[in-house]
């Protein structure tokens, strides 16, 4: 369960990287299954690499921040099984 400050955390972090990445969508969100104190916003991936990378790259930084101002540990997480499923269309 996402209290309340997670949830507004979560949507306001996608929302961010969404205007940054439009081409993103929302998979799921959940908690990390080695610790729940980790929440995971589970995105599809950008069929471009570098621009993969560099989701990868200001997802680290924003999560770094909202860690360090608010103590939540949320990460965006390109879906490995939305990948795949993009490679076979």
């Given at each position: 369960m996402i209290n309340f400050k997670e949830k507004e955390l979560v949507n306001d972090f996608f929302?961010?990287?969404k205007k940054k990445f439009p081409e993103i969508?929302?998979?799921?969100?959940t908690r990390s299954p080695d610790d729940a104190n980790h929440?995971?916003?589970?995105?599809s991936v950008p069929n471009n690499e570098d621009r993969l990378i560099e989701l990868t790259e200001f997802s680290s930084e924003k999560g770094h921040?909202?860690?360090l101002d608010y103590g939540y540990w949320?990460?965006?997480?390109?879906?490995?099984?939305?990948?795949?499923?993009?490679?076979?269309?």
């Open positions: 929302k961010t990287a969508e929302l998979v799921n969100i929440i995971w916003i589970n995105v921040e909202i860690l949320i990460s965006i997480i390109p879906d490995k099984n939305h990948i795949e499923q993009c490679a076979e269309r």
